[in-house]
């Protein structure tokens, strides 16, 4: 027994422990192979699978998408500037030098009539109350204080009346306060007014008068002055606006 070979002996040991051996090394080798097969698959698999990781695909909005594109304007037009040459046109002999026509032209207005330069006073007597329009003046008749836009000149009953200027008598009419008046237009926007007029009057609307032509007599038909002493009541009116009959009885 002693004198047994290597190979019995390693047959022995094969037989024996050498079983557990060869079963470590097979379900090792079976580890390694499937390590490696399973490593393989791993690497085939992230190979195919897609780079995003979905397949889900995102459609952009295509109004987004769409670059705008700016609406061009309109180019600014610049005004053209005026062609200004320094040649000026030659005049040639013959033209005329223009003439100015300095021919008054024609007052065409109907009815307009100029001023008249010359005044007389209405009747002959004392100023009882002057023109007094910026300031008061005491009324005899009423008792207070108050603007005067005339002259009370006086006069007796039944004294002619003439008219301060040449014009056309303009209205005839009673008025509720200052009486029967003749109103007469001088031309130039001046008027002359009489007021405390007798009923009775020597002239109508439309006539013609001289300076110092009849219109009436002094009467006392003006209830808002029989205050006053016997008199006429004068206004002159220009453009409309009280004035001073002082300012034309010189």
């Known amino acids: ?20 051996i ?38 952009p909005d295509q109004s987004a998408a769409k670059p705008s594109i700016p609406t061009p304007k309109p180019p600014e037009s610049t005004p053209a500037k005026p062609n200004v040459s320094n040649n000026k046109p030659a005049v040639q002999p013959d033209d005329p030098e223009p003439v100015k026509d300095t021919t008054p032209e024609p007052d065409t207005q109907p009815g307009k009539e100029t001023m008249s330069k010359v005044f007389t006073w209405p009747v002959q007597g004392t100023v009882l109350r002057d023109y007094s329009v910026e300031t008061l003046s005491l009324d005899p008749t009423l008792g207070d204080w108050r603007t005067h836009g005339g002259l009370d000149i006086a006069a007796a009953q039944g004294v002619k009346v003439l008219s301060i200027s040449a014009g056309t008598v303009d209205q005839v ?21 009489y007021c405390n007029l007798a009923e009775d009057v020597l002239v109508e609307a439309g006539d013609k008068v001289d300076i110092g032509g009849e219109l009436g007599i002094v009467g006392a038909t003006a209830i808002a002055e029989v205050g006053v002493p016997s008199h006429i009541h004068l206004e002159t009116i ?13």
């Not at 027994?1 to 079983?19: H, T, V």
């Not at 220009?238 to 010189?250: A, F, H, I």
Request: proline letters at 3%; aromatic letters at 12%; one cysteine or more.
């Open 238 to 250: 220009l453009n409309g606006q009280p004035v001073d009959p002082r300012e034309y009885l010189k």
């Open 1 to 20: 027994m002693k004198n047994r070979s290597f190979w019995n002996k390693l047959g022995d040991f094969a037989m024996g422990k050498g079983f557990y």
């Open 173 to 193: 009419y009673t008025d509720g306060l200052m009486g029967t008046t003749v109103v007469v237009d001088h031309g130039g926007g001046l008027q002359s007014w």
């Open 22 to 59: 060869v079963l470590f090394l097979c379900i090792a080798t079976i580890g390694i192979s499937g390590y490696y097969l399973l490593k393989t698959v791993a690497n085939d698999t992230r190979a195919t699978a897609p780079v995003g990781g979905d397949a889900s695909v995102t459609i």
